[in-house]
Each structure stands twice: as structure tokens, then as C-alpha cells.
């Protein structure tokens, strides 16, 4: 819990909603976003599950698809 009482989640656990989220909202299939950032349709797949332990120049270039500053995919939904 945090100090408001909510639950904590981790950062890659609100990169994953937040991902997810996003590219939903713009009707984009992974692989569409994994194209426009320039990786693999299942490495993206692995982060939205919350398999991988993404590298800052990832996040940046996830970001830089959805025209997001990178502070923005860290936040909480």
C-alpha cells in the first residue's frame, strides 16, 4: 500500500496497463505499435504481461510511437 492507502504497483506493472491502454485507445494491434517502435511484435507482447525487465531506450521508443512522454507510461491508470 501506498501512503493514500492504495495498492502499490510496480513500475512495470504500470508500463504494461498503460501500454496496453494506449494502444488500445488508438485501435492499435501490438504488432502495428511494435512496428512504429521498432521491435518485435512478441517482445512487446512480453511486456504488456509483464515478462520482461524493459531497458530505458525501450520505454523511450514505446513512448515516441504513441507520441507519449515517457514520464506518461510510467504513471498509474
Sequence with gaps: MDR???P?????????LRLRAERA?????Q???????GVHRTYLGS???????????NIEQLAAA?????AEL????
Design 47 to 57: 511486456v504488456e504481461r509483464q515478462e520482461r525487465n524493459i531497458s530505458i531506450d
Design 8 to 16: 502499490h504497483q510496480s513500475a512495470r506493472e504500470r508500463l504494461a
Design 74 to 77: 510510467l504513471k498509474p491508470l
Design 4 to 6: 493514500r492507502g492504495h
Design 25 to 29: 485507445q488508438r485501435g492499435l494491434s
Design 31 to 37: 504488432e502495428e505499435l511494435a512496428d512504429l517502435a
Design 66 to 70: 504513441l507520441d507519449l512522454d515517457i
